[in-house]
Structure formats: C-alpha cells, structure tokens
C-alpha cells in the first residue's frame, strides 16, 4: 500500500518557519525531514522502535498491539517519534490538531540538535535507517535458508542477552586495541630479563636505586601479570556480547544474528542513557519556542498549555523525565544567567544572599548548549541537581511498607535522594555483568558476575535467561549474584537450575 | 508488521492452550456469546533479561506530602516517548472471540468434526438486499443512487448550476433498495440439556455443569450455523427453562430422572422431527435418583424413544457428598459400559471438565 506521508502545504511552511527559528536560536541539526502519518502507521513504526523496516520479529507484533490499543482505548497518544539519522526522519500523526504540530515540530528539532551534538551520541551509527534495512533483509535471508520458527528462536535468545553490553566502550577504544602481537613481546622479554630494573649507570649505586624491597614488589608485579594472564578473559569483560560473539561456538549466521543484535543494542544505548537530559532539552525548546522565539498566536495558548501540562505532568510515586529534565536545564539557566556558581557562592550559606545573588553574567544559554553537549544523565544529575533544587521540586525518596502494603514517603533528605536517583541511573537502570571467567573449572563453562549494588536480580527472568545463555555457549553457565545477602551462584547445566553457596 | 502480528499471535494461541484448563474451570466466561469479543488475562509474554527485581522497591518521586504519606500509585505511563524505550509492566489482555476459543478448544482436546447426519432437509429463507427497483418505500430509498439520478437530469435539462450545485431529486430520479429471497440449507441441529437441580446438587455441583454446558454449547455452536437449545431443569418434576435460568437457578427437591426425559420425548415429539434433526441430549446430575422404580422407567424411555432418535445421549455425572452415584451404575448395568449410543462421564470436580469435554465430543458424531 503507497501512503502518502507528506506534508500538507501549511504545515510544510510551519515546519520551515519553526526551523528556521530554531536555527536563529543556535540550534544545529542534520536535515530532518517529517513525514505525515496516521495513527496505525504511528503505532507501526513506534512497535519498530522508530524504523519503517526492521527484521520480522514476534515482539513487534505484540508492540504494535499494546500500542493500538491503547490507543482506542484513549489511553496514551503518542505525539511525536523522532529518529537518530541523517537526515533525521520525524514523524507527525495526521489527526493532531494544529497546536500540537507546532509543538511537536519544535520539540523534534531539539531532539535532533541533541543526537548531533551530544557526544554520547557521537558514536551511533547515523546511516542506522539503511542498517536497520539491511538487517532486516539479512535476517529474512536466513529465515528462508534457516527456517522461520528456528531463527526466530534463536533472536529470542539473543535479545534475552542484549543489554549484556558495555556502554563505554565506543568510548574506550584505545584499551582494548591491544594487539596479539603485543603480548608476544612482553613475554619473551619477561624470559629473557626477569625483573624490571631501574637504569643506574654505576653499578655501586645499584642497590641504592633498586632496592631489594622494590625487587621483591617488581617481582610480584610481574608475576601477578603472568597468572592475569593464564585468565581468560583477562580483565573481566563487560561487553558480554562481544565475548560470545569472539568465543562461543555458533555457526556463521547465529554470529552474524548476534551481531545484528548487539549493533541495535549499542545503536539505542545512548538513548536510554540521556533520556532525562534529552527530553528535557527537547521540552525546554519547544516551551521557549512556543513562547518566545516563534510564538503562538493568542487563539492557541489554552490549547498550548493544555498539552504542555500532559507532557511533563508528574504522576505521583514517580519521575517524569520530561519535567525532570526541564526544570534542571531552566534551572542551570538561571543559576548561570544570575553567576550563581563558582566558589564564593558554593561557600556563601546566608540564604538571604544566595537567594539575592544575582551579578548579571548572562552565561545561561551558553552554560545549556554545554551541557547538551558533554551531559549523559548520570553525570548531568550528578553536576547540577543541588538542594535548592530538590527543594524547589518537592523530590522525596518512597519505599514499600510491607506491613501495610503500599508505598510510602520515607523521607525528604537532599543527599539520599541523589544517591537513589543515581543509583537508579547507573548503567542506564540495568544491573552490571561480566564474563569473569570463559574457561570456569576448566571445563570451558562460562562465568558471568553480577557487580552487586543493592539489588537483586529478578530470579526467575536470571533462570531464563541463563537457560537462553546456554544456547548460545552451549555448555554449562553460572552467573555469581548475591540473593538476599548471601553469595550465590546460579548455574544452568542444560537440563536443570542450581543455586548454591559459594 | 502484519506476519509479526500474526507470530505473536500464533504465540498467543499457544499461551492460550497452555492455560485453557483454568479459563475452562473458571466461570467468568459463562453467558457469554459466541462472536462477542471476551478478554482474558495472561501473564505477560516477554523476553527476560537480566533485570533487577523492582517488587517492593522505593525510588525517587515528586510532589507534596509527609513523611509517611502514601504515595498515590499510578501505573507507569507508556504514552509519550521516543521510541525504544520502556514502559510500564503490563500484564497482557487478549482480546479473543468465544468462537476462537472454542476452536483452540478443539484443537487442544483434538476434538474432530461432528459429522453431519446427512439430515439437510431444512431450508431457511433468507433476505438479501441486492438489487435496485424505482418504486419503493422511502426507508428503502438508496441516496447514491437517487442522488445520481437527479445530477444526471439536471445536468441534461441544463438546470445544473457549478456555482451553486442544489440537486433536487423528484418522484422519477428516486431509487430503492430491493431484496431478493434466498433459500438456504440450514444447521440443523438441537441440543437438549437437562440438568438435575435437585436438593442433592449442591452449588458446586451446578456450576460444573453449567460450566460443561457451557462449553459444550460453545464447542457445538461452531460445527452448527444456527444450533437450537433447549434447556430443562428437574427436581421432582422436569420443565423448560431459558437458558439464562438454566444457568443461573437455584432450586431444590426431590429427584425423578424420568420427569426430564418424559418432557424432552415430548419437546422433541412436538419441535423436532428426528428425521430432520441432529439432536444431542446431555443429562447432568448426581446419580441419585429417587427410587428404583423411576430409574427403571427412566431406561425404558431412553431405550424405546430417546435413543433411537439422538445422535448421542450423554450422560455427565457429578459428584456430590449426598448423592450416591447410583444412576451411573445403572446405566451400565442396562447398556453395558461401552454401548454405543449413551456416552457417559464421571466430573469429579472442575479440573474433570476438560476430560468430560473430551469424553463427551471425541466421538465426533
């Protein structure tokens, strides 16, 4: 079927003039281009993440329900999808009225200024569209020579494992460059010259320079590298999908479905790891937009507002990332336009005159295109979100009262609720784990870690899953966890689950 | 997007399997329609990860109140959002037509297709609107057509205006609908429930039957267009009921099998004639009937008149703590265990069910 997704004349002229305002404001974006849709093609793309052509897949099927029906139902609308491309493609619903368009069109430049500049960004691939394409037509390749029910089997399995990955490492390159070769060399120079000296051109002077304490510690440096290395890994491996995919032993297109799988899941990372800060960048351009640099006519303001408060409305119990993320950009604008920074004011503790402080540098604006340009959410709550501003926003920290079975304010206290909300965002919300040992009782079963923090693993999701691991390693795996305050490792030997005490 | 629908619903259907002993055993489904569509909750299908166990886990929130205020708990929101990124645990609602489950039904119970006595005779007519006459009733009137009419006068007496296009139809340009009569073979087929709602059955005991019924009456209505019911209840006496009634009533008494059968001989005598009609009798009771004599009138009527004229005679029997099983026994006793014509089952409870279903449509007649 050949739908029609462009723009009318009038919105193609607000999209001009909207980008133009954008533009004028120091945003800087790829093209971007709208396509008009209806609301089942919304749904459809939204079930594809974004993309109009994915690999076939049922966990598409099941999206594009819950979103439709939800949407005839009327509980959730969703207004605007935008994707990291270039050019970025943003769609616009057709049934929307016109206030929202404006609204939207504004919002998706700010999204499309953030996936340009913030570095976070940086690494994602931006031709993602035709990758996903040739995914897809990749997969269905292999459905045809494979068998549908099999391969589909086998992306079960391996999107079981797709957060395994390391969302540094398109960032750390460098490290993990180190060559074969490398190795070689140092070995045979640890044969030939067993403990690393200092140069001392006078040989009396030898036991001054090197001494027999700092002999002793080069030897025992030394020989921990030698047994680092008989580990294998040898540094505990956080990109678990790259392990498998360098180790396990899959035939040519499981690697390359693993492959697909993995691109996708470092391709969506960055999006998981800014959604505070890039949402609300995107909320706080459409507002200035709407408001200010291409203003509404006055017929629209009510209808404005309306949608506005829906989009960063805080349901209580939770976060809104939209709201969140916005009043912390306004109130880094406010703090830089005012100089409310540096060290005089951080020490000042009369609050008459922090309150007061105000030495007119007008830095805010500059201070904001920063932060969208540097900011993940970790590090952009960690930098900006003070006490005034916890205050300010009435944030409290809640727990469960067993006893009466609900959820209740536990308390209000300015550095608690910055470790939680921290903690919550560490590795975008996923727990942390490692391969830590790939030859485990050198038995070649795979050892995964779990780092710990706090949580639990949800135990029936880690059976699961170590069921779908051991597809792909196809021996025994385990993974080191701690349940309810005691070491434990969870293992899964092919036919059945153990956890035991270590 | 469409095949990955079609996969997911494929797993759907499988889930559905899996789980269909307990939609069977509950009731929540009865008195429903065939092509209406029923929702029924299933644990969430999902793919697992690696994930923390976020039950009974605190977070961060926003807004007024105390310490110690109850935090007002709103589901997760999916709504506004880039793609890709998560939403709220939901549990999944499949939206199924009765009729689809009772296929899924079959499919499970490897239920076969009843076979057709051959007994077509019957003819239904049926109105289909097809065709256009001018004359007519004006509810009838097709605005299409007698709007083209008009256009196609107007514009060729030239009274036709591009500037200001008022077409006004006359008695001439009036088009209407016209039917034509169908004759068409119909399903023909009856089932005669009989339930026993005697001082012995207590209420569990009814609502295993009406759950067998139920589902009996779901299975039978896809192999038939338009299957007929009739519904009798009998304690001491025996008398037709809707089957709203039969479904919902609470009564209690004394038991003579023979009442029923007396009056579905009759219903059956004067609505169906056997040589017409597939019909299917289904009895439910606690076996306990109220004295030897009546059982002995009972296998008379069945023997002489209702067995010669069914497709099939079941029997479910119930247990209860009061009744004693008696009637079974004697069915056996007088047909034999594996007679032909009399299907008989024991529904222990409501786990049984899905086996009674079995026992009951496995023969395929």
Not at chain 1, 30 to 39: G, K
Request: glycine share 8%.
């Amino acid at each position: 079927m050949v739908h029609n997704t462009q723009l009318t004349p009038e919105l193609r002229d607000l999209a001009a003039s909207i980008q133009e305002a954008a533009r004028r404001a120091g945003l800087d974006f790829f093209e971007t281009i709208f396509e008009l849709v209806d609301y089942k093609q919304l749904n459809e793309i939204a079930a594809y993440g974004g993309f109009p052509t994915r690999y076939p897949h049922w966990r598409f099927g099941m999206d594009y329900e819950r979103l439709s029906k939800s949407y005839t139902y009327g509980l959730s609308v969703i207004y605007e999808m935008v994707i990291n491309n270039d050019p970025c493609y943003a769609y616009l619903l057709r049934a929307n009225n016109m206030v929202s368009q404006k609204t939207v069109i504004a919002h998706v430049f700010g999204h499309c200024d953030f996936f340009k500049n913030n570095y976070w960004f940086t690494k994602t691939n931006r031709k993602m569209l035709d990758q996903m394409a040739n995914h897809a037509s990749v997969i269905r390749r292999f459905i045809e020579d494979v068998g549908h029910d099999e391969v589909e089997d086998y992306i079960d399995c391996c999107l079981s494992l797709e957060n395994l990955i390391d969302i540094y490492a398109p960032f750390n390159q460098a490290a993990r460059n180190v060559t074969p070769a490398n190795y070689e060399d140092e070995t045979e120079h640890y044969r030939g010259e067993p403990v690393h000296k200092l140069t001392s051109s006078r040989k009396y002077m030898d036991s001054y320079i090197n001494p027999n304490e700092f002999l002793e510690g080069q030897k025992q440096k030394q020989e921990e590298k030698a047994k680092r290395k008989k580990n294998f890994p040898e540094n505990p491996e956080r990109d678990v999908l790259k392990f498998l995919l360098e180790y396990a032993p899959l035939n040519s297109w499981q690697k390359r479905v693993l492959g697909i799988v993995r691109d996708e899941a470092y391709y969506f990372a960055p999006q998981g790891q800014t959604k505070i800060l890039n949402e609300g960048w995107a909320t706080y351009w459409h507002s200035r937009m709407m408001t200010e640099l291409h203003p509404l006519q006055d017929s629209e303001i009510i209808d404005y507002c309306d949608q506005h408060s829906g989009v960063i409305a805080a349901a209580p119990g939770q976060l809104n990332p939209y709201k969140l993320g916005l009043e912390l950009l306004r109130h880094i604008k406010r703090r830089w336009d005012k100089g409310q920074f540096g060290i005089d004011y951080v020490n000042c503790e009369d609050p008459k005159k922090r309150s007061e402080w105000d030495k007119q540098l007008g830095l805010g604006d500059k201070k904001l295109m920063e932060v969208r340009k540097v900011h993940n959410d970790i590090t952009f709550i960690d930098a900006f979100l003070d006490e005034d501003f916890c205050h300010e926003q009435k944030m409290f920290l809640y727990d469960y009262d067993r006893r009466n079975n609900r959820y209740v304010i536990t308390n209000r206290k300015f550095g608690e609720i910055k470790h939680s909300l921290l903690g919550q965002l560490t590795n975008f919300g996923q727990p942390i784990i490692l391969v830590k040992d790939g030859n485990f009782k050198n038995r070649n079963e795979l050892l995964l870690e779990h780092q710990h923090e706090g949580t639990d693993l949800k135990h029936e999701f880690t059976t699961e899953c170590l069921r779908n691991l051991f597809k792909v390693w196809q021996r025994p795996v385990h993974i080191e966890t701690i349940i309810e305050d005691v070491k434990r490792r969870v293992s899964y030997d092919g036919s059945s689950h153990n956890v035991e005490k270590i | 997007m469409e095949s990955d629908l079609n996969r997911f619903r494929k797993i759907v259907r499988g889930k559905i399997k899996k789980e269909l002993r307990r939609f069977i055993s509950s009731g929540d489904l009865v008195g429903r329609q065939g092509n209406k569509r029923i929702t029924i909750p299933l644990p969430r299908i999902d793919i697992p990860h690696f994930s923390f166990g976020n039950r009974e886990k605190g977070g961060v929130g926003q807004g007024d109140g105390e310490v110690g205020d109850t935090v007002g708990q709103g589901q997760p929101q999916p709504g506004q959002g880039q793609a890709g990124e998560g939403e709220g645990q939901h549990s999944l609602e499949v939206d199924v037509t009765l009729e689809e489950l009772a296929q899924i039904l079959g499919e499970e119970l490897a239920l076969p297709n009843i076979q057709n006595k051959g007994k077509e005779n019957i003819e239904d007519k049926k109105y289909k609107y097809s065709g256009i006459l001018k004359k007519g009733p004006e509810s009838l009137r097709h605005f299409k057509r007698t709007f083209k009419e008009a256009l196609r006068r107007s514009i060729s007496t030239g009274d036709y205006d591009p500037d200001n296009p008022v077409i006004i139809p006359v008695k001439e340009d009036k088009r209407f609908r016209s039917y034509r009569i169908t004759h068409e073979k119909v399903a023909n087929a009856v089932i005669v429930y009989m339930m026993d709602v005697s001082g012995s059955m207590g209420d569990e005991q009814k609502e295993i039957v009406r759950l067998t019924a139920f589902w009996l009456d779901t299975w039978l209505s896809t192999q038939y267009n338009g299957l007929e019911r009739r519904f009798i209840i009998h304690d001491a006496t025996a008398r037709e009921v809707d089957s709203d009634t039969f479904y919902k009533t609470k009564e209690s008494g004394g038991t003579l099998i023979s009442s029923a059968y007396k009056l579905a001989m009759k219903l059956i005598e004067d609505n169906f004639n056997p040589h017409e009609w597939n019909i299917y009798l289904f009895h439910f009771s606690d076996g306990d009937n109220w004295s030897g004599n009546d059982t002995a009138d009972c296998m008379k009527i069945l023997e002489s008149s209702l067995l010669p004229i069914s497709n099939m005679f079941c029997y479910g029997q119930v247990e209860s703590r009061y009744g004693s099983g008696q009637f079974l026994r004697d069915l056996h006793k007088h047909f034999g265990e594996t007679n032909e014509g009399i299907t008989t089952c024991q529904i222990k409870d409501r786990d049984a069910i899905m086996d009674a279903l079995k026992i009951f449509l496995g023969k395929g007649r």
